[in-house]
């Protein structure tokens, strides 16, 4: 009676799948051949049974490569998916995987660890949620690991798993995986970043990637990594204003007009208030229309088609957003720039910027440059390939956008050379600029004089917070006896 | 459109939203777009996607299906009843070298047949329509160039396509900037995997063609692959013998090139379940991709979907 019960029980499970009550969570895993990045994503793929026989069988009739010790196929070779690179045993670009367990399905963006690794990094750190950093735990904190987490940190992403991989070869030593962890958890927090999991894995053998590791790390109690993906959180767009860019206008009959996008902010139900940007008109939501329903609300990350309550001009490119938190209109912004082509980019040139569904003309005007080594940014005039800076933006026609601080969806955008039409720039922006504003504008006791010892105002002035007021500042550099005399003429 | 089907899970919901978002933004970017219609599992969600992302409004481009003249017959039976349901505009083209040189899959081999009915069928079909963009149902965990591929794929005008060489693709704001000639191939489905395909056919009621479904049919077994032979056009080589087994197919194609498995899933529900336990991939009944190592990076090279 009980064996009934249970093969009952399991025919069940079997034919109602587990369902993903989540979104899928992308993340992106950085780190070089030589940590064992491809053995981490095959065991991965592996162990969550993403891999099927037929492709590891595909692997063994290239047989330049043999099964290793374990039995296992040649992870590099399965995920190397480009002749070229199976040619050269590089990996060239940006490649989407995707496995799933029963609590949730997971999107990896796998970034070579070596060649133009910014420009394949902010890509697949673009849409991330969570970063997994790998280092060799004979080798640890490398500048390669502090460079990947600066760039990941830039992108938006704010959780990170350190895995400290090759921990076997180290005779699972605790101490060297706690020094390796409390020195990037230190490096973490100057980039703001408190979210950080360490876990001491050997990918090859499959210690604490999918199962856990007990057995050889019995000091270790924390979770495998699957687990930690399977919980980790997903930015929300939903609890800042509304925001809707508008895709196309649908007017199917004289009788229909809605305006259909895919909210990238907040929510919206009908009677909401609503303005349109940049025109400024105002309206009132009278319906969502989807294929299934009318329904009663929306919120970020829905594709729907709004109809308005009165007729008001609406084309693609223009926004929608909520009537009391709308977004920054302006012509002139600070954005922080990847540099994605061969071709620097150059003040003075003018491209396209596409962001959500708008394009429009722009300016730009290249203000630092960011040393990946040190981590300071330094004055610059140009942005070459894969390099990361501030620059100002000056639009012809009215621009809006948050900072993407707050919105990812509608605070990035895309550069593209109106001469080859390759997108040539990654932004985001940090917030609008009105120049008029600024050094000459008057006002009383609004400014403040600071006088510093020049190694001190170097290191100020080298900080991310700087870099993105640079122009707000104007500086000298004087003696200290003249500061002294400036000051004294002051009040 | 019933009031009373339950809300996705949010795994779909995303997807779906994702999907419908490069729908309507290829269809205002570009001029003359055009959806790829295969008749298979993947176009069945393609194309209610489709419907989905323009309602109220008609679907605004049409549907162009390569018939190859050796696709089973039940998806040539079932690609017209859809059309007829949901007032498609769609555009079938069969390339005329196929009956003036008799190219068949049996006379010429896969390889060479693959390119002329589909590849070489595919970009005169684009060049007819002077199509600047295509939507495809390709998803990137189907084979391993595939995970490289844009979600807006740039083609030149001879429908070249160049990984090492592709446009950088951050966040979900994609450049449709072209010039004349050129094109983009547009994959809604890129971050779908099979079981969410099966997972959103079943929670939608998307209508496939029956041969997804286990049923007794007749079957030859031929290279390792269990091929249909219900069809006058199979000749059967010395040795083989008809038997009925219980089948279904995992993907469709050509049906001298597309082996059956043997299933007993007859619903989506058991369909679900199989894949779950799976140990195979879904392109393995694909004789086209097993011809030598890099075979789909290269026919994706040449205009190859």
């Known amino acids: ?53 037929d492709q590891a069988d595909a692997l063994a009739r290239d047989n330049r490569h043999q099964q290793n010790d374990l039995g296992l196929p040649d992870f590099a070779l399965l995920l190397d998916g480009l002749q070229a690179e199976r040619e050269q045993g590089i990996t060239i670009d940006v490649a989407y995987r995707y496995f799933s367990t029963d609590r949730r399905s997971f999107i990896v963006a796998d970034t070579p660890g070596h060649e133009q690794y910014t420009r394949n990094m902010a890509t697949g750190a673009s849409t991330a949620d969570l970063a997994v950093l790998l280092v060799d735990a004979r080798a640890g904190i490398l500048e390669q690991t502090r460079r990947h987490a600066t760039i990941a940190t830039l992108m938006g992403i704010r959780q990170f798993v350190l895995a400290v991989n090759k921990i076997d070869l180290i005779d699972y030593d605790e101490a060297v995986f706690n020094q390796i962890s409390a020195e990037f958890r230190q490096f973490a927090l100057s980039l703001g970043v408190t979210d950080v999991t360490a876990i001491p894995m050997s990918a090859l053998l499959g210690e604490n990637v999918v199962h856990p590791g007990t057995a050889s790390m019995p000091w270790y109690s924390g979770p495998p990594l699957v687990e930690v993906l399977e919980l980790a959180t997903q930015r929300t767009a939903q609890t800042v204003g509304f925001r809707l860019p508008v895709q196309r206008v649908s007017r199917p009959d004289e009788s229909f007009r809605g305006y259909q996008g895919t909210v990238a902010g907040g929510s919206v139900k009908p009677g909401d208030s609503i303005v ?11 319906q969502i229309v989807t294929f299934d329903l009318v329904r009663n609300a929306a919120v970020a990350g829905d594709a729907i088609t709004l109809v308005l309550d009165r007729h008001v001009d609406i084309a693609r490119g223009d926004m929608i957003a909520s009537i009391d938190a709308a977004p920054a209109l302006g012509r002139a912004f600070e954005a922080k720039l990847v540099a994605l082509s061969a071709d620097a980019i150059t003040t003075g040139k003018r491209y396209w910027l596409k962001s959500s569904s708008r394009r429009q003309r722009v300016r730009v005007e290249p203000k630092t440059r960011l040393a990946l080594k040190t981590g300071q940014w330094d004055g610059a005039d140009s942005l070459p390939l894969n390099s990361i800076g501030t620059v100002h933006l000056d639009f012809d026609e009215a621009a809006m956008f948050d900072p993407y601080e707050t919105n990812r969806n509608t605070g990035a955008f895309i550069l593209i050379d109106p001469d080859t039409n390759n997108t040539v720039a990654g932004g985001m922006i940090v917030e609008r600029t009105t120049r008029v504003d600024g050094i000459d504008a008057g006002g009383e006791r609004d400014h403040v004089l600071l006088s510093l010892p020049e190694d001190l105002a170097d290191r100020l002035m080298a900080s991310e917070a700087f870099a993105d007021l640079r122009d707000h500042v104007e500086i000298r550099r004087v003696s200290g006896a003249r500061a002294a005399a400036v000051l004294k003429d002051v009040d | 459109m019933s009031e009373t089907k339950p809300p996705l899970d949010p795994n779909l919901k995303a997807l779906e939203s994702e999907a419908i978002h490069i729908f309507r933004e290829v269809a205002a970017e570009f001029e003359r777009p055009v959806m790829l219609y295969s008749v298979g599992k993947d176009s069945s969600v393609l194309l209610h996607l489709a419907r989905k992302a323009f309602y109220p409004g008609r679907i605004p481009f049409p549907l162009l299906h390569i018939d190859t003249g050796w696709k089973f017959r039940e998806m040539i039976a079932f690609r017209d009843r859809m059309a007829a349901e949901f007032d498609l505009d769609l555009v079938t083209y069969t390339n005329p070298r196929g009956k003036l040189e008799g190219v068949t899959p049996f006379t010429h081999g896969s390889s060479v047949y693959t390119n002329i009915m589909k590849t070489e069928a595919l970009r005169q079909a684009l060049d007819a329509g002077q199509y600047d963009a295509a939507f495809g149902g390709a998803r990137r965990d189907e084979e391993a160039s595939r995970a490289k591929e844009r979600i807006y794929s740039f083609r030149t005008p001879d429908h070249r396509w160049d990984p090492r060489n592709q446009r950088p693709e951050l966040w979900s704001i994609y450049n449709g900037q072209i010039r004349k000639g050129e094109s983009v191939r547009a994959f809604p489905l890129s971050n ?50 008809k038997r009925t087994e219980t089948i279904r197919f995992r993907t469709l194609g050509c049906f001298p090139l597309t082996g059956a498995i043997r299933s007993t899933a007859t619903t989506l529900d058991d369909i679900i379940g199989e894949l779950e336990t799976a140990t195979v991939s879904e392109r393995q009944g694909r004789a086209i991709d097993r011809d030598e190592a890099g075979s789909m990076e290269k026919k994706k090279r040449e205009g190859y979907f």
Do not use: H
């Not at chain 1, 249970?6 to 899928?24: D, F, I, K, M």
């Not at chain 1, 793929?45 to 993403?50: E, F, N, R, S």
């Open chain 1, 1 to 53: 009676m009980t064996a009934n019960i249970e093969a009952t029980v399991q025919a069940a499970e079997a034919a109602q799948p587990a369902t993903r009550n989540a979104r899928p969570l992308r993340l992106i895993t950085c780190g070089s051949v030589d940590d064992g990045k491809s053995t981490l994503i095959g065991r991965l793929l592996w162990d969550t049974k993403a891999v099927k026989e």
């Open chain 1, 276 to 286: 349109v940007l940049p025109a400024g008109s105002v309206a009132n939501v009278k």
């Open chain 2, 192 to 241: 779908w995997t099979e079981v969410d395909i099966w997972r959103y056919i079943q929670a939608e009621s998307i209508p496939i063609v029956p041969l997804y479904f286990a049923a007794q049919r007749p079957v030859v077994e031929r290279d390792g692959m269990l091929v249909l032979a219900e069809d006058e056009r199979l000749e059967l080589l010395p040795g083989e013998v």
